[in-house]
């Protein structure tokens, strides 16, 4: 996906609130955005936005000497989720389709924003969110929500590569990757996240502190951008990439750095801004399991 002038705004709007994250004060606010403005105009539309967000992110760490700004905020969304675990799972285990509950409530931990959150506000926008979904999902079915198209694949393959997206988001992962695991114990998963620090992207140490190894291999893409930039990724990763049976690619940057390759994905996200909205041709807001159905080269 290619980058609008839409976006330009948002990059500035990132780049202030990394910085207030991260400590910085208002003249050092200011530097980063001066260096921001500087480098907007290098950039090509033609890349996609979290590579722009790449550089932000870089400009912030280098003006702060912070590596990680998102670190606290990570950790607490992990703890919030996993107070969550347990009423997930018993979500699951009530349902009389338990994988369409598990891929509803992954699609929920996209929406959730953690950080700024206390856990009663989160369960009780998850009652709520997935109150809504269930309205989309009827509604807009046929065309966001590939459902059978998702369960019909998982009969027919060996393994899965699933691409992480926030912090604590990832306990959400996990309550799908279990459902998958027990209903299609064959398949090896592969959970990926990144290598070094981007925005509140889970690392390993999320991974392992979700639990998601009991269900899956942590593996690392060996990037530090949002999303997943192939090109910056490891060799090993983009040879699992390309050679797995399924690829699930998880939120908005990972749909931006994604749509438009050539191999099959399901992406999983909620439409959060007009952009995206726009790309997909869906509302802001709607939830979303759509299916690039493309053959590898």
């Known amino acids: 996906m290619k980058t609008y002038l839409d976006c330009i705004p948002c990059f500035f709007k990132q780049a202030l609130e990394a910085a207030r994250i991260a400590g910085a004060d208002d003249v050092t606010q200011r530097q980063i955005l001066n260096d921001v403005a500087r480098v907007i105009p290098e950039f090509r539309l033609e890349a996609s936005p979290p590579e722009m967000a790449r550089t932000i992110y870089k400009v912030v760490r280098e003006m702060t000497g912070v590596e990680d700004p998102y670190l606290e905020i990570k950790d607490q969304s992990n703890r919030l ?93 996990r309550v799908l990757l279990e459902v998958i695991h027990q209903q299609y114990p064959k398949i090896e998963i592969y959970f990926a996240v990144k290598e070094k620090p981007a925005i509140n992207d889970a690392l390993e140490k999320d991974a392992r502190d979700c639990g998601i190894g009991t269900v899956a291999q942590v593996i690392s893409s060996g990037s530090d951008a949002p999303g997943t930039l192939l090109s910056l990724c490891s060799a090993s990763f983009q040879k699992l990439f390309w050679n797995a049976d399924m690829v699930i690619s998880k939120g908005q940057g990972n749909y931006e750095t994604l749509s438009g390759v050539n191999r099959p994905v399901f992406f999983l996200l909620l439409a959060k801004c007009p952009v995206i909205a726009n790309h997909i041709g869906c509302r802001v807001g709607d939830v979303i399991l759509s299916y690039q159905n493309k053959n590898v080269m």
């Open 81 to 173: 989720a996993l107070e969550m675990y347990p009423r997930l799972t018993e979500k699951i285990n009530k349902s009389t389709d338990p994988l369409f509950t598990a891929v509803e409530l992954a699609i929920a931990g996209n929406i959730i924003d953690y950080g700024v959150k206390n856990s009663l506000n989160v369960d009780r926008e998850l009652e709520k969110i997935l109150a809504n979904e269930q309205q989309k999902i009827q509604h807009e079915g046929a065309r966001f929500f590939k459902y059978e198209e998702f369960k019909s694949e998982l009969a027919q393959i060996d393994n899965i590569l699933y691409l992480a997206d926030n912090a604590g988001e990832i306990v959400f992962d």
